[in-house]
């Protein structure tokens, strides 16, 4: 088979656990200052944004800014969740992630924060922490 229906058949099917997987491992937090996140834990809509805060959250995507903050606040007004990331120029990134995947998320806040979508496929070598 030629690369060419390799790669066709490589996009059309996709696993999206593998493409979350592939998202968070592009996560960093360079050029962050801070993320608010704010959430209503009833909410029907609210399994992105926790996914997102779980992947911020994790110790390898936090070494890559340990001076960025992590702030959530916990609501209760029925309203979909959002967050706002506050760049180190002063640009303000709004993220409504009501009817949005986590992959998504993610996908979109690595392309506008300047990183790849997608970190690279394999195995890594373990990292000391």
């Not at 997987?21 to 909410?43: C, E, F, G, W, Y």
């Not at 340990?66 to 993220?95: C, E, M, S, Y």
């Amino acid at each position: 088979m030629c690369q060419m229906w390799q790669k066709i058949r490589y996009g059309v099917r996709w696993n999206p656990a593998e493409r979350l997987a592939l998202a968070t491992r592009a996560l960093n937090l360079q050029k962050v200052k801070n993320i608010d996140i704010s959430l209503d834990p009833l909410h029907h809509d609210n399994l992105s944004i926790r996914t997102f805060w779980h992947s911020v959250m994790t110790p390898k995507v936090r070494m890559t800014n340990p001076n960025a903050r992590i702030k959530a606040n916990v609501r209760n007004d029925r309203k979909p969740p959002f967050f706002v990331a506050t760049l180190d120029d002063g640009h303000q990134l709004q993220f409504n992630t009501g009817n949005m995947t986590a992959m998504d998320v993610i996908m979109t806040f690595n392309r506008l924060t300047g990183n790849p979508e997608l970190g690279k496929a394999g195995t890594r070598p373990r990292a000391k922490l």
